[in-house]
C-alpha cells in the first residue's frame, strides 16, 4: 500500500483519460464547425487545465496555439470568473496570438467550486478588419487587423450574452459562420466539463485533483532526464525575415541558447526592434516556438503539458519584434515569425544534438486568404511544402512544417463553398534540396477565383532558400504569381518579384503570369488566377552519398529529372 494520493497504474489511466478529453474536445469542435478552415483543415486546438491555470492536458493540434494557451487562462483568472461563466478573448497583448485565433475559457465546476478549465482555440475566416479574412499584408497597427477582443464573458450564468454575441457579429464578415463556428467551441468546452464530471465521478474528486499535479509532475522529469542529455553549453544562431509587409528590409532574429544540466534558457536579445509592418509576434508566440523545439529534441511519448514547459524559460527584449508594444500589428507574426522563430532555435540547438536536428524545412505557413468585401466569402489556408531532410531519411513532401499542421483544404470542399475553381495542384519537381538524404518536395496550388474578390499573401522563403545541412543543398525558394484576365493589369503600387521569374526548380512563368512580393495585399477581378509555389525542404549530407538506388527512386518518383539526381 503507498501512501501516495494517487498509484501508479490509476495515474496511467487517468492520464490517458485526461488526453482523451482533450482530444474528444477537438473532435466535438471540428464536426460542430461551419468553417471549412476548421471542419475541413482542422485549424484549431483544445486543450484542459487545472483550477491554477496550469495546462494538464492537450489535444496535439496547431503547436503555435498550444503553447500560448496558458497565457489566455491566466488572463481570464484576472476577471474572476464564475461557474457557467465562458469568456472569449482575441487580444495578441492580453492572452491571444492574433485576432483570428478566437480562444475560449470556461470554468470546469462539477459541484460550483471550480476545478480546473476548458479551452478552445479556432482560426477563424474572418474577424473583421481592413481586408477579407483579415490577414492584411500592409497592416500597420492592430485596429486595421479586425476586431480586438479583450477577455470578456460571452456566457454568464449558462446563457449566451446577446449583447456581447451582438457586438461581435455586427464587426465580422460572413456573420452566419462566425456565429455556427463560435456555438461549435461552445460545445467544445461543454463536451470537456462533461468528461472530467464523469472522471470525477469515476475516481472521486481528490483522486482526479491529485492526477493533475502527477501528470504535470510526471512529464516535468521526463523532460529534465531527457535535457541532461544534451550538452551542456551556450549556442546561437540568427536568421532573418523577408522584409515586414512594408519594406522589404530584413528582420533580424538572433538567439542564444543556455543548456545547464536539466534546464534550458533561450535569450533572443540581438532581434531587431519591433517593426511597422504585422511581422510582429507576441512573446507568447515566441514561447510556443521554442517549446514546439524542446519537443522535438526530447522524447515525443512524453505527455504534453506544463511540466514540460517548466525546465524551460524564453526571454525577449520588450519592444522587439518577439514581444512588441500596443498597438503593433501582429497578425503575421503568429504565422511566419514563428517559423523563423523555429528556424533559429533548431540551428542552434543542432550545435548541441546534431543528429535530431533536420535541415531546414520551407520556414513559411504560404499564407493564402481569398475573399469578398462584401463579406459574402472568405476563404483562408495554409499550404503545405517540403520537410527538411534528416540524418537517417529523407525529408517529407507537400507537408506542414514548424509552427502548424493543419490539412489542406479537399478541392470538392473548395470549389463547393467558394467561387474559386482549382487549376493545379501538385508536387513542385526538383525543389528538395540534394543530399545523402533529399528535402521534401514543395507544392504548387493555382485557383481561379470567379468573382472580384481580395487576395492577401503572407508569406517567406521567397528571397532566401531553406539551408541543407552536413554538406547537403538548399531546398527551392517559393513564389507568388498572380495572372489577371486579358484586358486588365495590377494595380499601381502592387511590388514585383522579378527574382522569382527564374524558379529555382526550373519552373518559368507563362505569358500572363507576374510574380508578386512575398507580403501582398490586391483587389483583383474576376477570372484572376493566383499560383503560390511552396518552398522545398533542405538536403542533408554530401549528394555524392546518395544511394543509387534511391536516386533511380528519385526518377521514377519524378522529383528529379534524370538517376544523377540533377
Known amino acids: ?127 473583421g478588419g481592413m481586408t477579407p479574412g483579415s490577414m492584411p499584408a500592409g497592416a500597420r497597427e492592430i485596429y486595421q487587423e479586425g476586431l480586438r477582443l479583450p477577455p470578456i464573458r ?122 511597422e509592418g504585422n511581422l510582429n509576434a507576441p512573446l507568447a508566440v515566441a514561447k510556443s516556438a521554442v517549446y514546439f523545439v524542446v519537443r522535438c529534441i526530447t522524447d515525443p511519448e512524453i505527455p504534453p503539458n506544463e511540466g514540460c514547459y517548466d525546465p524551460v524559460s524564453v526571454d525577449a527584449p520588450e519592444g522587439s519584434v518577439l514581444n512588441p508594444t500596443s498597438p503593433a500589428a501582429v497578425v503575421g507574426g503568429n504565422v511566419e515569425t514563428s517559423q523563423r522563430v523555429t528556424d533559429v532555435v533548431f540551428s542552434a540547438l543542432a550545435k548541441a544534438t546534431p543528429d535530431r536536428v533536420p535541415a531546414q524545412g520551407q520556414g513559411t505557413m504560404n499564407n493564402l486568404t481569398i475573399g469578398a468585401r462584401d463579406g459574402s466569402f472568405t476563404y483562408y489556408e495554409t499550404i503545405g511544402g517540403g520537410f527538411g531532410a534528416r540524418a537517417g531519411a529523407d525529408g517529407m513532401d507537400g507537408v506542414q512544417v514548424g509552427m ?72 527551392a525558394r517559393g513564389a507568388n504569381l498572380l495572372e489577371l484576365p486579358d484586358g486588365f493589369d495590377l494595380p499601381e503600387g502592387v511590388e514585383l518579384d522579378a527574382d522569382a521569374a527564374a524558379g529555382d526548380a526550373g519552373e518559368s512563368l507563362s505569358a500572363g503570369e507576374r510574380a508578386v512580393a512575398a507580403k501582398t495585399t490586391v483587389d483583383v477581378p474576376a477570372g484572376t488566377t493566383v499560383t503560390v509555389r511552396t518552398p522545398g525542404g533542405g538536403g542533408h549530407g554530401d549528394p555524392d552519398g546518395r544511394d543509387p538506388a534511391a536516386l533511380e527512386r528519385d526518377r521514377t518518383d519524378e522529383k528529379t529529372a534524370d538517376s544523377s539526381g540533377r
Open 1 to 127: 500500500m503507498t501512501d501516495d494520493p494517487i498509484d501508479p497504474i490509476t495515474l496511467e489511466v487517468l492520464r490517458n483519460q485526461l488526453e482523451s478529453a482533450a482530444e474528444e474536445m477537438g473532435q466535438t469542435l471540428i464536426r460542430g464547425a461551419y468553417s471549412p478552415n476548421i471542419k475541413e483543415r482542422r485549424d484549431c486546438s483544445t486543450a484542459l487545465f487545472d483550477a491554477e491555470g496550469r495546462m494538464v492536458a492537450q489535444a496535439e493540434h496547431i503547436p503555435v496555439h498550444l503553447g500560448a494557451m496558458p497565457e489566455s487562462v491566466a488572463a481570464v483568472r484576472e476577471h474572476d470568473p464564475k461557474p457557467g461563466d465562458v469568456f472569449v478573448l482575441n487580444d495578441p497583448f492580453t492572452g491571444g496570438t492574433h485576432l483570428p485565433d478566437v480562444t475560449m475559457v470556461s470554468p470546469i465546476a462539477p459541484d460550483s467550486e471550480i476545478v480546473g478549465y476548458a479551452v478552445s482555440r479556432a482560426h477563424h475566416a474572418d474577424v
Open 404 to 475: 502548424t499542421n493543419t490539412l489542406n483544404t479537399p478541392i470538392e470542399s473548395m470549389e463547393t463553398e467558394y467561387p474559386m475553381r482549382v487549376e493545379r495542384y501538385a508536387f513542385r519537381p526538383e525543389s528538395g534540396g540534394r543530399g545523402t538524404f533529399r528535402g521534401g518536395l514543395g507544392l504548387e496550388r493555382s485557383v481561379t477565383v470567379e468573382t472580384e474578390a481580395t487576395v492577401s499573401l503572407l508569406t517567406e522563403r521567397r528571397r532566401y532558400a531553406p539551408s541543407g545541412v552536413a554538406g547537403g543543398e538548399d531546398g
Open 154 to 275: 460571452l456566457v454568464e450564468d449558462g446563457e449566451i450574452r446577446s449583447d456581447v454575441q451582438s457586438l461581435i457579429l455586427s464587426n465580422v464578415r460572413n456573420a452566419r459562420e462566425r456565429k455556427a463556428d463560435f456555438r461549435a467551441q461552445l460545445a467544445a468546452n461543454e463536451r470537456a466539463e462533461a468528461r472530467v464530471e464523469s472522471l470525477i465521478d469515476e475516481h472521486g474528486e481528490e483522486t482526479v485533483l491529485a492526477a493533475f499535479d502527477a501528470v504535470i509532475d510526471y512529464s516535468r522529469d521526463r523532460i529534465a532526464s531527457e535535457l541532461e542529455a544534451v550538452p551542456d553549453g551556450v549556442y546561437g544562431a540568427s536568421d532573418v525575415l523577408e522584409g515586414d509587409g512594408i519594406t522589404d528590409d530584413d528582420v533580424r532574429i538572433e538567439t542564444t541558447v543556455t543548456v545547464d544540466g536539466t534546464s534550458i534558457d533561450v535569450d533572443f536579445s540581438g532581434t531587431a526592434s519591433q517593426v
